[in-house]
């Protein structure tokens, strides 16, 4: 244990909020989890955050048919530092489908942004109704696929977020 046993060791430590945003910048891909009938189901997933909201590309599948079914879902972010070193951030909360224009816009450039991407955005598809409440039956409100990169797909939106961040070492 390098000299020191694990009686002496520092323990994780909160992360002051402004250090959980910056590792949110600073990363590309998190651990999203969502709940299935048999429990937890997570995946990697690459991810945008632009400095107050989190976006994710979600391909149709057992994805989008999970959070249609129970949006609540959280991406966690960490990077190991050292051998016994790191910093974790968790942001929870409820899955929308980004239903405007304009919403799908601002994730695509997040996507673009964090991901070092210069190209022009997909043009949006028609917007749904509303991207304000989930839909009928508790899951994320429905939206059409997305054109251009994400085709076939739809711009996830966790709204209501608890970021949260934990580091050692």
């Known amino acids: 244990m390098s000299g020191q046993d694990a009686g002496t060791q520092a323990a994780a430590a909160e992360m002051p909020i402004e250090a ?6 600073e990363g590309r891909v998190g651990m999203l989890a969502m709940m299935s009938e ?10 945008g955050w632009d400095g107050a909201e989190l976006w994710i590309g979600v391909s149709e599948g057992l994805k989008t048919r999970l959070l249609d079914a129970d ?14 070193s790191w910093r974790s951030v968790i942001v929870a909360g409820t899955a929308y489908w980004a ?10 450039e997040a996507l ?9 955005a997909p ?8 991207v304000d409440t989930p839909a009928a039956g508790g899951g994320a409100p429905a939206s059409p696929p997305t054109k251009g990169r994400f085709s076939g797909g739809r711009m996830l939106l966790v709204r209501d977020a608890r970021i949260t961040g934990r580091a050692k070492g």
Do not use: K
């Not at 959980?20 to 910048?25: E, G, I, K, P, S």
């Not at 949006?71 to 016994?84: E, I, K, Q, Y």
């Not at 043009?123 to 509303?130: F, H, L, R, T, W």
């Open 38 to 47: 048999e429990g937890p189901y997570a995946i990697p997933m690459a991810y």
């Open 112 to 120: 673009r942004r964090q991901h070092g991407g210069g190209a022009a």
């Open 99 to 108: 239903a405007t224009p304009e919403e799908r816009m601002r994730g695509g």
């Open 71 to 84: 949006p609540r879902c959280a991406l966690t972010v960490w990077v190991a530092d050292g051998r016994d």
């Open 123 to 130: 043009p949006p598809g028609p917007p749904p109704a509303s």
């Open 20 to 25: 959980c945003h910056a590792l949110l910048r």
